[in-house]
């Protein structure tokens, strides 16, 4: 009996070491990557993201981003009611070069994986914003002050169907 006691221990233990063994060598094993990080505003504080995946071949071109046609089909049709809940969140893009950072409506807050925004998605709707007077084009860093600018007869916005996949990054730069 003291021997079979012995012998499930010694078993125990060899697997034990044998996973941990393997566990080691998965960690050193990992590969790594390196994506362009992309800067962008949200409600006034800068936030860093990825663009992988884009609807509209251009646009992929342009961000050098997968093109993913079937991205598009996440576009409900509009008008949408207010009560319609879709998988979109709204970025707003400056195509004629006045701001080179997209405004984002939502971020996760707090960044990772303790966020509690129930708004939060990485897929975006894109929406282009243009100033009617360029010479006036100043830095706008929110949604709000998108709003603002539109209010004020300053810019247009217009809805796309393009559909961008832009995680928020949960971390930030270490200079």
Same mark, same amino acid.
């Given at each position: ?29 990992? #590969?790594? &990557? ?9 409600? $006034?504080?800068?936030? =860093?993201?990825?663009?992988?995946? &884009?609807?509209?071949? #251009?646009?992929? !071109? ?17 008008? !949408?009611?207010?009560?319609? !809940? ?25 960044? $990772? ?14 929406? &282009? ?6 010479? !006036? ?10 709003? #603002? #600018?539109?209010?004020? $007869? =300053? ?12 995680? &928020? ?7």
């Amino acid at each position: 009996m003291l021997r079979q006691c012995f012998l499930g221990i010694i078993c125990v233990f060899l697997l034990a070491s044998c996973s941990s063994h393997s566990i080691q060598d998965e960690q050193s094993r990992q #590969a790594s &990557v390196s994506l362009p990080l992309l800067h962008g505003w949200h409600e $006034g504080k800068e936030v =860093l993201y990825i663009t992988t995946d &884009v609807s509209d071949p #251009a646009v992929a !071109k342009a961000k050098n981003a997968n093109y993913a046609p079937r991205l598009r089909d996440a576009v409900p049709n509009y008008p !949408k009611l207010p009560q319609v !809940k879709t998988v979109l969140e709204r970025v707003y893009a400056f195509p004629n070069q006045e701001q080179a950072w997209s405004v984002f409506a939502s971020v996760p807050e707090p960044l $990772g994986y303790e966020s509690q925004d129930t708004h939060y998605s990485p897929l975006w709707l894109m929406y &282009v914003v243009v100033w009617k007077d360029p010479s !006036k084009a100043t830095e706008l860093t929110s949604e709000e002050a998108i709003f #603002a #600018a539109e209010d004020h $007869g =300053l810019v247009t916005i217009e809805r796309t169907d393009i559909v961008l996949n832009c995680p &928020v990054i949960p971390f930030s730069l270490v200079e």
